[in-house]
């Protein structure tokens, strides 16, 4: 799919790239299900901050493969100067993992598993 090499992106990179995806999918996922435009942003709020990223990784990272589990700890750990009040600095850095994630799937074209998540994730 995207021509990035997974091993030598920087963990932080990977997060920005991914937090834009996971909003594409989250918004495509609440579009498909009919809503208004109004129901449309309240919903994608609520799964687009660092809280219900940081929780979703929680859920799923027992079922994370061992390649991604590394992409993960390397965003996790990556040099993050300022963190938002809306949320504690370890929801962030498990937030900036998870988006790190999403965005390995993507560029390996793991669109499924992305959608999965969502699905099994989100109402």
């Known amino acids: 799919m995207v021509s990035i090499n997974l091993k030598e992106t920087n963990g932080l990179v990977l997060a920005y790239l991914g937090d834009s995806v996971w909003e594409t999918y989250v918004r495509e996922h609440f579009v498909l299900k009919g809503f208004n435009l109004r129901n449309l ?16 990784l929680k859920k799923i990272l027992p079922e994370v493969d061992e390649k991604y589990l ?45 959608k999965e998540i969502i699905k099994n994730n989100i109402g």
């Open 70 to 114: 590394q992409i993960i700890s390397k965003a996790k750990n990556g040099n993050i100067k300022s963190f938002p009040q809306t949320c504690t600095m370890m929801e962030y850095r498990e937030a900036t993992g998870f988006e790190a994630y999403i965005a390995a799937l993507y560029i390996d074209g793991e669109i499924e598993k992305i």
């Open 41 to 56: 942003n309240n919903n994608v709020v609520k799964h687009v901050n660092a809280k219900a990223q940081s929780e979703i």
